[in-house]
């Protein structure tokens, strides 16, 4: 580290389209981690005026000093996000650099720096057919149309870098992987390690909230009469009751969303952690799980692959016939007494945010 980079640095956070759970924790895990770091100094935060990041949620991880500046939107929020990266992206304007948060870079001349924490609309092709699949179109363009302004971009994982290079060809040199650790509140002391006391049907959790991708539907496909012949005892699905997709069967219970200690007693009270998720940019859960030592059942898809490699149950996430057979695989692993050795996955991951935070700001300020 040069003596320059010793100095106090001093660093603009933009996120005001933070609102999902992962990135929620993802950004209240990385302001703490900035806020304990003395070398850095936090100048101004642009936050959303509702939702989980808003002042009242966070206002322990700014600093007196800190100038926060609250972002209000009278529109839809595609419009409102449009206008945002484009016309008034002059409201953020500021002397130093501006670490933007979530998705979308601004069109902005000041130095800035985009940590990217959606896949949706960085995927090769986009097909119309609904809303979400526009939005996310319009997303892509304002991505593409802004990236000149960008001095670098965080992602969290190889497989994520891929993606933007495709779109981006010339950017290789410009994006930095960050293999970030679990939530803050997920700490060593918190952690409950797998044991292999398995005896008979399965105990799985899929945190998750109900958005397309996260493949909710996919449990919609199970017939309620071979539904016996699963080997699940429960699974636990963070969502409202009212949006479960088969009610039919009796083994899958919907618990809504769960504060910080209740999803670690779930894991804890779980036997494997099912991922039923088609695209992720990095899947938090399956971190947890791994630091857990838990057995993983998840989508056989690149983003999966990029942390688990060989040591997860993979199905195709399209196929419930697939989804059966992972499972039976499983429970047959687990009356083995067998467990997932995750050593060599883990040594990607780092172990603090600290550490995660010290390699943000190595780039910023070099």
């Known amino acids: 580290m040069t003596n320059k980079f010793l100095e106090k640095n001093t660093l603009r956070i933009h996120f005001t389209n933070i609102h999902g759970l992962g990135a929620t924790q993802v950004t209240l895990s990385l302001l703490y981690a900035f806020r304990n770091m003395q070398y850095l100094n936090i100048s101004e935060v642009y ?29 839809p ?21 501006l670490l933007v948060v979530g998705d979308l870079p ?35 363009l304002i991505f593409l149309k802004n990236l000149s302004k960008v001095k670098g971009i965080f992602v969290q994982t190889e497989d994520m870098k891929k993606l933007v290079l495709a779109l981006a060809p010339n950017f290789s040199d410009k994006i930095h992987v960050v293999y970030h650790p679990e939530p803050f509140w997920f700490n060593q002391k918190t952690i409950k390690l797998s044991s292999n006391n398995f005896k008979n049907k399965l105990r799985l959790f899929y945190p ?18 071979n539904s016996v ?23 899958i219970n919907c618990i809504g969303l769960l504060k910080p200690t209740e999803v670690l007693e779930t894991y804890n009270n779980a036997d494997a952690l099912l991922f039923l998720s088609k695209m992720e940019s990095y899947g938090l859960p399956l971190i947890e799980a791994m630091r857990r030592g838990m057995p993983i059942l998840c989508s056989d898809l690149p983003y999966a692959r990029c942390l688990c490699g060989n040591s997860a149950i993979y199905f195709n996430p399209d196929s419930v016939k697939s989804l059966k057979n992972s499972v039976i695989a499983l429970q047959k692993k687990l009356q083995s007494g067998w467990l997932p050795d995750y050593t060599e996955n883990l040594k990607i991951i780092d172990k603090t945010w600290h550490s995660s935070a010290r390699k943000f700001t190595k780039i910023i300020f070099k």
């Open 229 to 251: 012949k699963w080997p699940i005892e429960s699974l636990k699905l963070t969502i409202n009751k009212i949006y479960n997709t088969n009610n039919k069967i009796k083994w």
């Open 106 to 140: 601004l069109y902005l001349g000041d130095p800035q720096f985009l940590f990217l924490q959606k896949a949706n609309f960085i995927q090769p092709k986009i097909k119309i057919k609904n809303f979400l699949d526009l939005k996310d179109f319009v997303c892509k």
């Open 208 to 225: 998750a909230a109900l958005y397309p991708h996260k493949n909710h539907s996919l449990l919609s496909k199970i017939r309620s009469a």
């Open 77 to 97: 929020n595609i419009v409102s996000r449009f206008l945002e990266c484009t016309l008034f992206s002059y409201k953020f304007r500021g002397r130093d650099p």
């Open 47 to 75: 936050i959303p005026e509702n939702g989980p990041m808003s002042f009242s949620f966070c206002d322990k991880f700014f600093l007196e000093h800190t100038k926060v500046h609250i972002y209000k939107r009278y529109l």
